[in-house]
């Protein structure tokens, strides 16, 4: 799909919206000083995913600042130290964090600390430099600061978490638009969009909208084979290779 | 074209996988090797996580010793006895050694074990290789083709053994706490490295059991097959890392690798492709090597607290 045939698609979407009417939801979606949807809440991951792109559209009643934070399920992660010993780098002090989001990134339509004060966003926890990670162990200050700086460096490395806050772009004073990134590595669960509308430095409105990434066709059947029915995938996979052996054997014969 | 693995949960692309098994079942047929000492390092160099490839290249290599068996069974290589007892040790090694991959890698220093199990068995095998090719080479020109051979019948320690067992297709009566000790060991390093242990098993039934050299092989791979199993198996039901897609990728591409192999294998003189296969090995040790010395880019790296 085009850019434009999707902003087409999200403008002619919030267009309907009201010409629908819904009864009385029509008085208060009017009153809603924020609207917003995806052009999709289910990232499939299929054989052939190599990333793909969610577009995030909404209204704004009147004109304000919109931050968009994207977050995928918890996981829990260890950061491991490399040091060297007799000449080679091996791992040696790790550090264990609970509740990693395992995606996180974020989007504005101009820079975050402009839109709203710094307390504002760390009450919030927009932002990367404001999520909490807290390790399950203890760790002197300058430690706990090295171990962060290496989770964030790593994430954002593997593409997992974002480098900077996306764009959002304002089509009118009242419509916006964001695309958001999932990479190829993409961790499948459960993802939180949390949409903040800011007007004079304060939170007027938040939304929030659920979207689900999982794998789908083939590959989530193989995977789910794999964990549920572990030995039978084992001896599945064992006869796979015994009958392919075979095969090649008697089609390669020496004539 | 990009496929996505379901067990290593990244995507590849299919040609690059293909051509990485043709170009190692190139160089198996060539070589008359496995080639699972090259598959696992290689795929770990792309990006696979190191526990799948390991796992997955003990899968492919059931196939590849599957089709090469055949052939060895047909012209009676196969000391189905001492095949059995190398098998027996092997069983309980590889079992033992998948369950210290798991508890290596609780641990957070499986990659590290990998590494250095490389490094210390591709630099002693290609070490070896490359200095008896070229010696064998410098001897062929001198002498005109004539090999000096070492006696047969060496006593040593190694014959005072108890529970002597008599193999007949292989002419020997040693001691079966031998081949279990072989089995043993080469089963745990397929559990751990991902290679079927063909490139340590082969010198160890020549020079340590005394094995004749027309049976090595057929036997060799006979047992490879089940002790490749028995890891696909144990791997995919105590850590779920066997790839099947990777697998059936890795061997499509290498049967077909190897036929071209074999066929330019025949062309070459065995002493020269013994010593380009010693030099082979060398090079991926020193790779691997390289890596563990130079300092990492990044002193840190992070990994889902669940493995």
């Known amino acids: ?255 | 074209m990009q496929i996505y693995l379901p067990i290593a949960e990244i995507s590849v692309n299919i040609f690059l996988i293909l051509g990485l098994g043709g170009g190692v079942g190139f160089l198996s047929g060539l070589f008359g090797v496995g080639g699972g000492f090259l598959i696992t390092p290689l795929l770990i160099f792309y990006g696979i996580p190191p526990a799948v490839s390991v796992a997955t290249a003990a899968n492919q290599i059931v196939a590849s010793s599957v089709s090469g068996v055949f052939a060895h069974w047909k012209r009676g290589n196969v000391d189905l006895k001492m095949g059995l007892v190398l098998l027996a040790g092997g069983i309980v090694g590889s079992t033992v050694g998948v369950w210290v991959f798991a508890w290596l890698r609780s641990l957070g220093q499986i990659d590290l074990v990998i590494s250095l199990c490389y490094v210390i068995f591709l630099g002693i095998i290609g070490g070896m290789m490359l200095f008896e090719a070229t010696r064998a080479i410098f001897r062929t020109r001198r002498r005109g083709g004539q090999i000096r051979r070492s006696k047969k019948h060496q006593h040593s320690f190694i014959h005072g053994l108890p529970f002597k067992m008599r193999f007949y297709r292989s002419g020997l009566y040693i001691s079966a706490l031998l081949p279990l000790a072989v089995g043993f060991f080469v089963g745990m390093l397929t559990a751990l490295m991902g290679v079927g242990g063909g490139f340590v098993m082969v010198p160890a039934m020549i020079y340590l059991l005394g094995m004749p050299t027309g049976v090595v092989i057929g036997t060799s791979l006979f047992q490879i097959i089940f002790v490749t199993a028995n890891v696909t198996f144990l791997q995919s039901v105590q850590t779920q890392t066997v790839d099947v897609a990777l697998a059936i990728l890795l061997l499509i591409g290498g049967v077909i690798g190897a036929q071209f192999g074999a066929q330019f294998g025949a062309r070459l003189k065995a002493e020269h492709l013994r010593a380009l296969l010693g030099l082979l090995v060398l090079s991926v040790c020193l790779k691997l090597l390289f890596d563990l010395v130079i300092a990492p880019s990044d002193l840190y790296s992070v990994m889902p607290g669940d493995l």
């Open chain 1, 1 to 255: 799909m085009t850019v434009s045939s999707r902003v087409l698609m999200a403008i002619v979407a919030l267009g309907i919206m009201p010409i629908l009417g819904l009864g009385g939801l029509s008085k208060k979606a009017a009153a809603d000083p924020l609207v917003v949807d995806l052009s999709n809440h289910l990232v499939a991951i299929t054989t052939g995913f190599t990333g793909t792109n969610v577009l995030l559209f909404g209204a704004v009643e009147d004109e304000g600042d919109v931050i968009v934070t994207v977050r995928g399920p918890d996981q829990d992660m260890v950061v491991r130290k490399k040091e060297r010993k007799v000449g080679i780098w091996v791992n040696s002090e790790s550090a264990r964090y609970k509740n990693v989001p395992a995606y996180y990134t974020s989007a504005a339509n101009r820079p975050m600390d402009i839109i709203a004060p710094a307390d504002v966003l760390l009450d919030y926890r927009i932002g990367l430099k404001n999520l909490r990670f807290v390790p399950e162990s203890k760790l002197n200050d300058s430690d706990q600061k090295v171990y962060r700086e290496a989770l964030v460096r790593n994430m954002q490395s593997a593409g997992l978490f974002g480098e900077r806050p996306a764009k959002i772009s304002f089509l009118s004073n009242q419509l916006f638009r964001t695309d958001i990134h999932f990479p190829a590595n993409t961790p499948t669960g459960t993802y939180t969009i949390n949409v903040y509308l800011i007007r004079d430095g304060g939170v007027a409105s938040v939304k929030t909208t659920p979207l689900v990434v999982s794998k789908t066709g083939v590959s989530a059947e193989v995977y789910e084979f794999a964990h549920r029915y572990s030995a039978l995938y084992g001896i599945i996979a064992v006869i796979i290779a015994v009958v392919a052996g075979w095969i090649a054997s008697v089609a390669f014969r020496k004539r």
